[in-house]
């Protein structure tokens, strides 16, 4: 018997020599288990340069024909029953192959991949709130939530420079934000780019600033 983590392992590494193929088919049923299987496997072929394809068909053959038809190297099926696991693998000539492994642990010793929907939205209605700025153009460089956080504020919002715009940019990953205006820069203080988008509507005068000097030098 194997623990559901070394099973793991020998799927992406698996999944690393079909991808070498160039292209497989991939598909689970019966449960958490053969769905993370699949995942691992999928994670390897990828990373080895290979295209994956998922697939919702409920059962090997299935997968093994979507290989026929599409003309793929390589198929994969992995079907969980219980406390066992069977791998189904065809290659791009028809053979298939199959081995069953029984797993060391209960049924739902795996966990559960879930996907939180609506992340930005959320991020964008918890900093914002009911807060409102006094409106004005503004141009939002970074992540879309800046976008739907400063539309949520009052702002009408462009994504490139605008005359007499207030330019509100933010890293590539939503940590920080600086803010310029009339000629000087801003660095709001938040635990995020939206929360310092908040702090600069909520307290613009407290917000330290400054200008380049000459020679490109700041200066407080």
């Known amino acids: ?27 689970s049923g019966g449960g958490e288990l053969a769905r993370t299987l699949a995942r691992a496997a999928g994670c390897g072929a990828a990373l080895a340069g290979g295209e994956v394809k998922f697939h919702d068909g409920g059962c090997a053959g299935c997968g093994a024909w979507l290989g026929r038809y599409y003309h793929l190297p390589a198929t994969l099926f992995i079907r969980q029953e219980e406390g066992e696991v069977a791998v189904y693998l065809t290659d791009g000539q028809g053979r298939s192959f199959h081995r069953q492994l029984k ?9 559960q991949w879930d996907l939180m929907a609506g992340a930005d939205c959320a991020w964008v209605a918890n900093r914002v709130g009911e807060r409102r700025a006094p409106g004005g153009l503004a141009v939002a460089l970074g992540p879309a939530a800046l976008t739907l956080a400063l539309e949520r504020l009052g702002y009408e919002v462009a994504d490139r420079p605008v005359p007499g715009a ?9 940590l920080s934000l ?43």
Not at 11 to 25: H, K, T
Not at 166 to 174: H, L, M, N, P, S
């Open 103 to 111: 797993t060391d642990g209960p049924e739902g010793a795996v966990g």
């Open 166 to 174: 207030v330019v509100f940019q933010a890293d590539r990953e939503g």
């Open 178 to 220: 600086t803010v310029e205006q009339g000629g000087a820069t801003l660095r709001p203080v938040g635990e995020d780019a939206l929360a310092a988008a908040v702090c600069y509507v909520d307290e613009p005068q407290a917000v330290p600033a400054f200008r380049p000097a000459e020679g490109g030098a700041e200066q407080g």
């Open 1 to 27: 018997m194997e623990r559901p983590e070394k099973l793991g392992q020998e799927l992406y590494e698996l999944g690393l020599r079909l991808g070498a193929l160039g292209a497989v088919a991939i598909g």
